[in-house]
């Protein structure tokens, strides 16, 4: 009962706050990558109807925001990512009939739509591209970067974060375009006004088809350093010589004025070589920039720099830092999102909890994690039910370009399949891209029809069917932390505190709302730990509101017995 009134009094607390309180803020993110979440017409890839069949689903695991991954029309060398046509829709997911349909559905079930927009460079098929390379004179030659080479060399050293250089010369002459990803993906240049008009006029007919907003695809990299300095050969990641260009931030001040204030939107920033040094002018509410970026240090913790084959260890003091560090952007009246993976990162239990023994446990713990930490949670298609990580037995199993073109490159240096393939099996984004398990039926209840890419064969035991039926599953574990976020305006708009910031192996935090606080308690290790609150926290009073361990007796005292993976949320009385 005491629980109750406080959450009434809190409600009302935050609703006299009202230029604070955002939906965005308040809402609950599902990102879903669509050529992998449900076929429906049997042709192995996922599509809108697909996605249209499952909102009820999505709608029982609390999200109301689905972020949809690039759907427009593509000619798919990096999946999507190289946009032919902006307003079309590609035809593997529906036509744009279909998507207008899955908005309205969706907004009739509560459900807002944003789209991931990649605005730093189109297709080498885009229109504005074929007219641009077929004549210099055209006036689309200047919607891109052409640079002369020198001497049969590319105009500097700069590298795609793709692999190989970043410059690709024209068949026929000695004009250089810049790509910072694949070679078929040219860097828009937004220096030219009819560039950014361009791009403001697609992102209107978007929203005026009712989306709620965008995640920003590449957003740091859209102004550049056109004096194109070589950068120095050294260990910093690429991103950092890339991002934050000199006029990045009038860029988004004219996108808010032509459009956004328009609009009552949520736009996230893809935060590539943001750190929290700049991240402030991205998000600070009276710039009028952005919502929110995705803390990429904490997404890039396990991988060294320059090196995606690599792998890097990390350990929970460092992890904590940085989330600690980007919370601190509350302190400039700002906001941002909290995300543990998404179609770009493997697995996040593969990263940062445990496949194996501990799988339900470590799932949960990190679901804890994300729903009661600062920011707007982002939750990836699949993490809800533990999916993990894929081995395929041969690199021609895999998609991603990022894949193919490394592997292109090492095996010049004698780099053999096998040692290939097992970076990739931790580090490749097909990792997260594996069709999503619905079923134990065949194809993982994804499609009728062989997919697109391999089902991961443990959807025999993890799907969500089968963790419908389980009280205790991961799924049900997440519909009640994302129901506890909700209905507590605590988790949302609280004060953030690490109470233990240099404890090993358990992050312990509290949030605190007017007189409500809520301590969370999580064991990020296998090793079962005795946790000891410390001063002032051992003497409050303490009411378990949340703990992945269903036979959790309520302890007394100030010593916390943590199992491995344990979490635990407690409101302090
Ligand atoms: C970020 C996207 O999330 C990723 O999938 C894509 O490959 C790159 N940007 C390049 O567009």
């Known amino acids: 009962m005491k629980d109750q009134v406080s959450i009434q009094e809190l409600q009302e607390q935050v609703s006299n706050q009202q230029s604070y309180k955002k939906w965005w803020k308040e809402c609950v993110v ?32 609390g999200a109301n925001v689905l972020c949809l991954c690039s759907i427009f029309d593509s000619p798919n060398d990096n999946i999507g990512y190289d946009i ?3 307003r079309t829709i590609h035809p593997d997911f529906g036509t744009l009939e279909d998507f207008e349909a899955l908005v309205e559905t969706a907004r009739k079930k509560g459900l807002k739509i944003i789209l991931d927009l990649p605005i730093n460079h189109t297709s080498t098929r885009h229109v504005w591209f074929q007219a641009a390379q077929q004549n210099p004179n055209s006036p689309y030659r200047n919607y891109y970067h052409w640079k002369r ?70 957003v740091s990299f859209i102004s550049k350093n056109l004096d194109l300095p070589n950068h120095l050969i050294d260990n910093r990641h690429l991103a950092t010589y890339y991002a934050n260009g000199p006029q990045v931030h009038q860029y988004l001040q004219e996108m808010h004025q032509e459009l956004l204030k328009e609009y009552d939107v949520m736009m996230v920033g893809e935060g590539l070589g943001i ?44 992890f904590k830092h940085i989330v600690n560090k980007w919370n601190r952007l509350s302190e400039h009246n700002a906001w941002n999102a909290i995300m543990l993976g998404n179609h770009d990162f493997p697995r996040m239990l593969s990263r940062f909890g445990d496949e194996g023994t501990h799988r ?48 292109e490159k090492l095996k010049k240096y004698n780099v053999t399949e096998s040692a ?16 999503f398990q619905w079923s134990d039926e065949a194809n993982a209840g994804f499609s009728d029809k062989e997919s697109w890419m391999s089902v991961n064969a443990n959807y025999e035991y993890i799907n969500v069917k089968d963790e419908q039926k389980d009280a205790n599953s991961i799924l049900n574990y997440y519909k009640k932390a994302v129901r506890l976020r909700k209905v507590n305006p605590t988790f949302v708009y609280g004060d953030y505190v690490d109470i233990d910031p240099y404890h ?70």
């Not at 009276?286 to 350990?315: A, H």
């Not at 081995?391 to 592997?407: E, G």
């Not at 290939?420 to 069709?435: I, S």
């Not at 378990?544 to 009385?573: F, H, I, M, W």
């Open 504 to 573: 090993e192996t358990v992050f312990a935090y509290k949030r605190k709302l007017g007189d409500d606080s809520v301590l969370v308690v999580l064991n990020f290790s296998r090793k079962p730990t005795l946790y000891v609150l410390e001063v002032p926290y051992r003497f409050y009073y303490r009411s378990l509101l949340l703990c992945n361990y269903t036979d959790r007796e309520e302890e007394k005292g100030p010593e916390l017995s943590l199992r491995p993976y344990e979490a635990r949320v407690y409101r302090l009385l």
């Open 275 to 318: 750190d929290l040094k700049n991240a402030p002018k991205y998000v600070s509410d009276e710039r009028k920039e952005l919502q929110m970026v995705y803390p990429f240090d904490l997404l890039e913790i396990d991988r060294p720099k320059n090196d995606f084959y690599g792998v890097r260890m990390w350990n929970l003091l460092e």
């Open 84 to 86: 032919r046509d902006y």
């Open 420 to 435: 290939f393939l097992k970076a990739v099996y931790t580090n490749g984004r097909d990792n997260a891209r594996t069709p």
């Open 30 to 61: 599902y990102q879903i990558y669509p050529r992998s979440f449900k076929d429906s017409n049997g042709d192995g890839i996922g599509d809108f109807s697909g996605i249209l069949a499952k909102l009820d689903y999505i709608a029982s695991v």
């Open 149 to 218: 080479g020198e001497n049969g060399k590319p105009p500097n050293n700069w590298q795609s974060f793709f692999v190989g250089n970043a410059w690709t010369k024209l068949d026929g002459s000695d004009d250089y375009y810049l790509h910072l990803f694949s070679k078929t993906q040219v860097d828009l240049n937004w220096e030219n006004p009819q560039v950014r008009q361009e791009i403001y006029r697609i992102m209107r007919f978007w929203l005026d088809k009712g989306i709620a907003g965008f995640r920003l695809d590449g």
């Open 360 to 407: 339900q446990a470590s799932a949960k713990m990190l679901a804890t994690f994300l729903l009661t930490q600062w920011g707007t949670p982002f939750l990836y298609q699949g993490d809800e039910i533990g999916m993990s990580n894929i081995r395929f037995n041969s690199v021609d199993d895999y998609k991603d370009v990022w894949v193919k073109n490394a592997y």
